[in-house]
């Protein structure tokens, strides 16, 4: 089946800078997409989500940006901590009792 | 609110053993997703179970199979165990029907001898 997929495996940025997380998907019938964030050692935690019928959404120091018509998503973080360090997740899902399919993931690696 | 608990947090199991992991969801939820999580393929879908139902299912062997309790408390249980066994095994729940926003706990990770 179709799958989410990222574009940079690695992303290495110095604190205080911001980093861009992208994420490529291609179903078109995906009309939810979450974020996560996985330290060494740990499960998945949630950071943000967004719906098709929008295009960006913020939290705090996080915003998701959504392309529906390049099948694109991003994950932007403001003023990088060294602590914002770990495997961010993309995942997108259908509407309805489907299930969550995630992306291959992408490490961020933030030095002092 | 306590999180998902999963238990045991590490196993060490040999080939062609069987082994059942334990999954307590956050109170209220009552859906609850199993994934596999390797290196290589990242984290793959086993199933979903809903209200004691199974909803969703990945594209795993019938040797991985799972139930859910009247209480929510999920197990998975992995027959004749083989070496690609070996993975952090993820359970998350959710309090949406629709199974979005899933909360995870930190895993069972697996090791096949």
């Known amino acids: 089946g179709e799958s989410v997929g990222l574009h940079l495996p690695t992303l290495s940025v110095q604190e205080g800078d911001n980093s861009i997380i992208n994420c490529a998907y291609s179903?078109?019938?995906?009309?939810?997409f979450i974020w996560y964030k996985q330290e060494s050692g740990k499960g998945p935690q949630f950071i943000i989500d967004?719906?098709?019928?929008?295009d960006k959404r913020q939290g705090q120091r996080v915003t998701v940006l959504l392309n529906k018509t390049v099948k694109h998503l991003s994950l932007q973080i403001a003023a990088t901590q060294p602590g914002d360090s770990a495997v961010y997740f993309c995942?997108?899902?259908?509407?309805?009792?489907?299930?969550?399919?995630f992306g291959k993931g992408t490490m961020l690696l933030v030095s002092p | 609110k306590a999180g998902v608990t999963q238990t045991p947090r590490y196993l060490i199991k040999t080939r062609g053993q069987q082994v059942t992991l334990s999954c307590s969801p956050i109170s209220g939820h009552r859906s609850v997703s199993w994934y596999q999580q390797t290196p290589g393929q990242g984290l793959q879908f086993l199933f979903e179970y809903f209200s004691e139902t199974q909803r969703n299912k990945g594209n795993f062997p019938g040797r991985f199979s799972g139930r859910q309790f009247s209480n929510s408390r999920s197990e998975m249980n992995v027959s004749t165990l083989e070496l690609g066994d070996s993975a952090l095994y993820l359970c998350?729940?959710?309090?949406?029907?629709?199974?979005?926003?899933?909360?995870f706990g930190s895993g069972t990770q697996l090791s096949v001898l």
């Open positions: 967004i719906r098709s019928n929008m």
């Open positions: 179903n078109s019938a995906s009309d939810y």
């Open positions: 998350a729940s959710s309090s949406a029907p629709e199974n979005e926003k899933l909360f």
């Open positions: 995942a997108e899902k259908n509407s309805g009792y489907s299930t969550l399919t």
